[in-house]
């Protein structure tokens, strides 16, 4: 009986038929690989951001920014008459200005005035979350200190976790005082690759680094799970000085402050006294 051919013996084969084989197991891998990057592309919009529904009432504390496109983003302002530098806090994923404002009281009692706003899809603002609407939101809440009279050489722009991405495209774009980055990763999808392997990625933090002139401090918990701290190393060793990386024994993501205790307030007074 004849048995099913399972395959030819690639050593009774002629050089076209090798070569074929090969085109064939190349084109395998080339569109397995396609796959998996429009699938990340895909399924890293949806994992990025996460947006949530508001933990807040719009009302007198509160504004709203009208961007070019016609979305509206709720934002809010700390003022701080005290203050020589406004904080411009770029939130995480998973926030919304309800749930920030109750830390954010503690930068205004360290001397800084505060700006923030949600990003699209989150808490009151409208439109849908992107890499490409992030930095041009970020660059129109400058706009708003900016025409409210806090030129950018008064602004440091403070980025958390995602936040970290607009908050390094706008200090390479303009002329912050300076860029303090907290939990922040080298790129998004490398959060979960470590290695860059596809194609598509976003925020993009460690390529623009080398582009940030101002001072930059980056705080990091040696605890945190969700983005380890080898990717504020890795943003250290590539960004300009004047800088400082401060790794937090204990903390998570997110739980810099909390660990640090007064120390962070201080941390952030001893870095906006190196500022011009």
């Not at 009986?1 to 090969?22: D, H, T, V, W, Y």
């Not at 080339?30 to 009302?59: D, E, K, M, W």
């Not at 024994?249 to 007064?262: C, I, K, Q």
Request: with cysteine; hydrophobic share 40%; charged share 15%.
């Amino acid at each position: 009986m004849i048995g099913k051919r399972r395959g030819q013996n690639p050593a009774s084969m002629s050089l076209p038929e090798l070569i074929a084989a090969a085109g064939r197991l190349v084109a395998l891998f080339v569109g397995l690989y396609v796959f998996v990057c429009v699938f990340a592309h895909y399924y890293g919009q949806r994992t990025i951001f996460r947006h949530v529904p508001p933990n807040y009432s719009l009302g007198p504390d509160y504004l709203e920014l009208p961007a070019p496109d016609g979305v509206t983003l709720a934002a809010r302002y700390w003022p701080n008459p005290e203050a020589k530098f406004t904080v411009l806090y770029f939130h995480g994923n998973g926030e919304e200005l309800g749930g920030v404002s109750s830390y954010i009281a503690g930068y205004v009692r360290a001397g800084f005035a505060v700006f923030a706003y949600d990003y699209r899809g989150y808490g009151h603002s409208g439109g849908v979350p992107s890499e490409s609407a992030s930095y041009a939101d970020a660059k129109l809440a400058l706009d708003w200190l900016r025409d409210n009279g806090t030129p950018p050489e008064r602004v440091i722009a403070y980025g958390y976790s995602l936040g970290s991405g607009s908050a390094v495209e706008l200090a390479r774009t303009a002329p912050l005082a300076g860029l303090i980055l907290e939990s922040a990763f080298v790129s998004a999808y490398r959060v979960m690759t470590r290695r860059p392997l596809l194609l598509g990625d976003k925020f993009q933090n460690e390529r623009k680094m080398p582009e940030v002139w101002c001072p930059v401090l980056l705080l990091h918990g040696t605890a945190d799970t969700v983005i380890p701290p080898w990717h504020s190393e890795a943003l250290f060793a590539v960004a300009n000085e004047p800088k400082r990386l401060l790794i937090v024994p204990g903390a998570g993501h997110g739980g810099v402050e909390a660990t640090l205790g007064d120390r962070f307030a201080a941390t952030l007074q001893e870095f906006a006294a190196t500022l011009r």
